[in-house]
Structure formats: C-alpha cells, structure tokens
C-alpha cells in the first residue's frame, strides 16, 4: 500500500532559464532547487517525478493528494486517479491539471519499478523507438536572433540526424515580438536552408488574432510545412475551427488548453484541429493523454506528445498514433546532452537515425543520481 508521499527540494545546477514570460533560454551554469515527488509503498518502493514546488504545493498535497493516495493499493492507478481527478472540482482552480500529472507520473513510476519493467512496456508495448523532432527554443537576441541563425541551426540540426524540426519564433518579452513577417522570414530561411525533404512545423505559441493566424497559416502552406501549432489562444474552440476550415496545413492542439481527454474530444468534434495534442506534464499525466491517444485513433487522426521527457516516452511507446517524440528544448549556445548532476544519464539521447531508442530501466525512465540528491537535499 502507499504509505508516503512527499516532495524533496534539492540543489543541483542548470544551463538554461526562463524569462518573464515563462519561455526558456540559456544561461551561464547556475544553481537552482530542483524537486521531486515521492511516493513510496509499504515495501518501500517509490516511484518519482520531476515537479516545479509551486505547480504541487504542500496544501494541494495534504488536502487532496494524500487523501487519497494513503493506505491505497498503488496499483489501482486507474481509480487512484479519477478520485484525484475528481478532487479539482471541490479545489476550485487549486488543484490543476499540471499537478494532477506529476502524481499520476510518479504513480506509473512506482508500479513500473515493482513489476521490473519499462512503464512504456507496462502500459502496452507498442514500439521501442520513435523518431525526434528537433524543437527549438524561442527567438532571442544572441543565438537565434534572426532568420539566419535558424537556418543556421536547422543546417546543424539535420547534420545530427533530425528530420523534423519545429520552430518557437520571438515571443515577447523579445523587442518586436510577435511579428507574422518575421515569422514567415525565419520559417523561409529555414525550408531554403534544409531544402524539401525535412519536415518543418511552426509553434506560433498564441499570440496572434484569427486575420493573423489565417496570413500566417497561408505562408506555412506555400513552405509545405508539416503542422501549424498554436497561433492563438486555444481556449477559443471556434476560433481554431474557423483556421482549420481555412486551412490546408494541419492545425495541431490544444496543448496547453485544461480539460485532459475531454476538452480534446470537443476539439475534435468542433472540427478545431486536424492533429490532436496531450502531454503527462500539462494535461493530468500518463493516465488521461493514453486516454487521448485512443480518442484520436478513433478519429484516424494523429495525437503528436507535447513535451520532452521520460513521462512522453512512456506514452509513445505504449501506442503508435504520435510519429514524432519532441525533443527540445534546443539551441545553438545549449548543450541538451548535458547531463546535470541529479541524473545518472539523460532519458532521450538521439541516435544517428534521429531516433530515440525508449528507455529499458524499470520505471517511466528517468535515471536519477540518488547520491548527489541525497547530498545536497534541502528538506
Ligand atoms: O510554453 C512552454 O513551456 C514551451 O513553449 C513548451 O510548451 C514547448 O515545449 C512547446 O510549446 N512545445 O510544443
Ligand atoms: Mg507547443
């Protein structure tokens, strides 16, 4: 049964920060807290996952988290996680998606662990690699500062075996940001720069209005590109309907919007997206985006994984209705390969394919450095 859940903050060291607005960018090594939820069963098994404190706060931890977790057979995950599901109603906001998922993760990471298996397996098994698309990070001022710096990079970035890369363009607080002409310049750059055969998607992060998106979507469809990835806010159900009619590009989402498998139901149904998005870590975990993905292949559509890391991983091995593992975020002054010191290894390295092979340590997948997390634990 479980009989412990707790989140341990810790010190370790980053290469990269977000700005104002929430975008990541890179920066000198630094040090940072980091954290992890733990939940440990009365065999003393636990299962863990990455966490932001301030997205799994204490109270949402004793109000609702525990509750319902304590005493409970942790491999009754399905029902563990309709109780706690159930819960963001009575929480009024407090309790969000993005928390839910950090429990259901650590959940599949626990039963994963006792069963001496990939969670990827456990969940279904359906293939044990999948192609990367290389997702880069927002325009910025020194590396991807221009047109040219992304079709600089996408040169790179196909000389490393992607063959697919997505472009996040300037989003403010960047000078100028967002522009639709700078957009299609930079997205021009980089089909002349890595020519027909590479698929190319843009991820225009919401800031535009319908006119815009629509100006914008019609460039991407003269570049052939693959997907067309939120251009404005995706709480506008119609608003996206009313692109995706007028669009021949796939529109992609919601990633962002709440609501787990059912808001996405009604995308589908609206006629607001013509590829399906879900990720574990914005979209109540694991549990709810397997749910997605046999939604979408119900609809023979696609449903590409938001996000990068072990909980996408175990969902894009369990099915096969995503074609792409977003890998990211990359930038030309960012080495994704580091390896930071509360890790043993990395959960995604790319092969020279441009695949990544799905991880075969027991558990979700990621590979934690318990000496230094248990050294340099902060409570
Ligand atoms: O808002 C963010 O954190 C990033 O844009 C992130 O979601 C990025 O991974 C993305 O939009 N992928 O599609
Ligand atoms: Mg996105």
């Known amino acids: 049964m479980i009989e412990r859940v707790e989140v341990r903050t ?10 104002a607005e929430g975008h990541r960018h890179p920066a000198p ?3 940072v807290v980091e954290a992890l939820l733990e939940i440990t069963d009365t065999d003393g098994v636990t ?3 990455q966490v932001q404190p301030d997205q799994l706060r204490p109270a949402v931890l004793d109000k609702h988290v525990r509750p319902v977790l304590l005493g409970q057979d942790p491999w009754d995950r399905e029902r563990l996680w309709r109780l706690l599901g159930r819960r963001q109603r009575g929480a009024h906001g407090g309790f969000t998606d993005r928390a839910l998922g950090f429990v259901d993760q650590a959940l599949w990471d626990l039963v994963a662990r006792r069963a001496g298996l990939p969670a990827w397996k456990l969940a279904g098994g359906a293939r044990d690699r999948i192609p990367a698309y290389a997702s880069t990070m927002c325009g910025d001022t020194d590396g991807l ?5 992304y079709a600089d990079f996408a040169k790179h970035l196909v000389s490393v075996g992607y063959r697919a890369i997505k472009l996040h363009t300037w989003m403010p607080p960047v000078p100028g940001a967002p522009s639709v002409p700078r957009d299609v310049e930079a997205c021009q750059a980089v089909r002349d720069a890595v020519g027909p055969d590479v698929a190319l998607m843009l991820d225009a992060s919401h800031w535009y209005s319908r006119t815009e998106a629509l100006r914008l979507g019609r460039a991407l469809q ?3 590109f693959y997907w067309f990835e939120e251009p404005m806010e995706e709480a506008s159900i119609s608003s996206y309907r009313w692109l995706s009619e007028q669009l021949e590009i796939p529109v992609i989402g ?3 919007a709440w609501g787990k498998h059912l808001t996405r139901a009604e995308w589908i149904t609206a006629g607001a997206c013509d590829i399906l998005r879900a990720g574990p870590a914005g979209s109540g975990g694991i549990t709810p985006v397997l749910k997605t993905v ?3 292949e119900s609809f023979n559509m696609d449903c590409e994984v938001h996000g990068n890391g072990a909980g996408s991983l175990t969902v894009l091995g369990a099915t096969d209705a995503g074609r792409w593992y977003e890998r990211g975020l990359l930038h030309p002054h960012v080495d994704f390969d580091r390896v930071p010191p509360h890790r043993n290894s990395i959960a995604d390295p790319l092969d020279e394919n441009g695949e990544v092979v799905l991880p075969l340590i027991p558990g979700i997948g990621d590979d934690w450095n318990f000496e230094h997390i248990g050294v340099h634990t902060l409570e």
């Not at 810790?10 to 700005?19: E, G, I, N, Q």
């Not at 500062?145 to 710096?149: M, R």
């Open 10 to 19: 810790f010190k370790t060291t980053a290469a990269t920060s977000v700005d």
């Open 29 to 31: 090594e630094h040090e």
């Open 47 to 49: 299962g863990y996952c």
């Open 145 to 149: 500062a221009t047109p040219g710096d």
């Open 222 to 224: 003269e570049l052939d």
């Open 254 to 256: 919601p990633e962002v």
């Open 294 to 296: 046999h939604l979408a």
